[in-house]
């Protein structure tokens, strides 16, 4: 009975519940999106399951008008999606920082991945991103012996950056590691970034290798290099290397390609490891810090939707933001108001603006009537220095000097700010209610009709 009064209230608001029948449709539309976007059937069914459990139930408002007047119809279906989007979005975004800095001694930074997901053009991207970003002074370790021209590849490309590249001719990777740890302890190197070697597939002789060489140079970040078109391998592959490494991140190369990128949400969540930097072409400064805004979007492919409530909600806004003009202009202009009205009109853009719509409004706001928000903080201080009596009665400060030094002193501020003060709030209250009573004009407001 509760619910469906409820029900009934939330309708009559306007309001409309999210549940399994009006959200049906976007519920199979979002899951299509993100199997084209070749995230993992498992995971799009874990991930959708929690979204819809968290969406159930949810109330919001089904319909408004855009700031021009026409209607903007946004259905329960697309409140899901951009829910989806909103989920999206949290679950990408990583905790703490892309990389973990060694208290003392060089951080290492070990790259792991199949073989041509990218791992060497990466470890030279990073150490390009470290130096210009953060200053550091890496040293990149050629670790992947398996292939002939893996060493000079990353040598080129070291090179052609100023990075050094550290490798032992015949050695094994283990101990090329270890060395190059020494040296660059010895050598004032604070980042060393091993490019270990690949496979075509995950086996056993790899995962030995790259777990003696974690266990032996133990470095704070193990990155898996993922290519963002491996599809829905991308549970298979990094589960693999997740169960003997523990990754910290993942990066996403090749998004420069047509891949949606669902490979981001596969990762974490077979891993827990996010998504910490995007590759986007072969050069060197063709990697980014991973935005999940952005990936949400890309991974959903329902831009329009989520476009549009966007749109949405800022109308939303608008429109409050245009009530609470409305209160203010009827009169209910009170001293104890006068911050949080500030703010709003702050928020509206600026009171001229909308004045400005008005006819024949122009240059009644003082060209001052927008504060900063130091301004702001100062005003809160002197306000919460007035008593009750002087808040109802602003002129007693006028009438009563001694009123204004008291305040003055109270709030840390020049007894000429307080006098200031209450001559704006009195001015502004003058001018609200002088509007107000032209009601007529109001109709130029946008988004109040
Ligand atoms: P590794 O075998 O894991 O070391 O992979 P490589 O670093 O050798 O990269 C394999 C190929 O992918 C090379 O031709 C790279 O130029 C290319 N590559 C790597 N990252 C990107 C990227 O973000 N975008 C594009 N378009 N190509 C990339
Ligand atoms: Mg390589």
Known sequence: ?????????????????????????????????????????????????????????????????????????????????????????????????????????????????????????????????????????????????????????????????????????????????????????AKGYDVIIYDTAGRLAIDAPLMDELGAIKDAVKPENIFLVVDSMIGQDAVKVSKGFHDRLELTGVVLTKLDGDARGGAALSVKEVTGAPVRFIGVGEGADKFEEFRPEGMASRVLGMGDVVGLMKDFQSVVDEQKAAEDAMKMLQGQFTLDDFLSQIRMIQKMGSLKDIVGKMPGMDGMIPPDANLDDRELVKIEAIIQSFTKFEKNDPYSLVRDPSRVKRIAKGSGSPEQAVSELVQKFLFMRQMMQGLGQNMGLLGNIPGLK
């Open 1 to 185: 009975l509760a619910n469906g009064f409820r029900q009934a209230k939330n309708r009559l608001a306007g309001l409309t519940e999210l549940n399994e029948q009006n959200i049906d449709t976007a519920l199979r539309e979002v899951r299509l999106s993100l199997l084209e976007a070749d995230v993992e059937l498992g995971v799009v069914k874990a991930f959708l399951a929690r979204v819809k459990e968290k969406a159930l139930g949810e109330v919001v408002r089904v319909k408004t008008k855009s700031a021009d007047g026409s209607t903007v119809k946004v259905s329960a279906g697309d409140q899901f999606i951009k829910i989806c989007h909103d989920e999206l979005v949290a679950f990408m975004t990583a905790e703490g920082p892309a990389i973990t800095f060694a208290e003392k001694g060089p951080t290492g930074i070990m790259m792991v991945g199949l073989q041509g997901s990218g791992k060497t053009t990466t470890t030279s991207k990073l150490a390009h991103y470290l130096t210009r970003e953060e200053k550091k002074k890496p040293l990149l370790v050629a670790a992947d012996m398996q292939r002939p021209a893996a060493v000079e590849q990353l040598q080129v490309l070291g090179r052609s950056l100023k990075i050094p590249v550290f490798n032992i001719p015949g050695e094994t990777p283990l101990e090329i590691c270890k060395k190059a740890r020494e040296e660059a302890r």
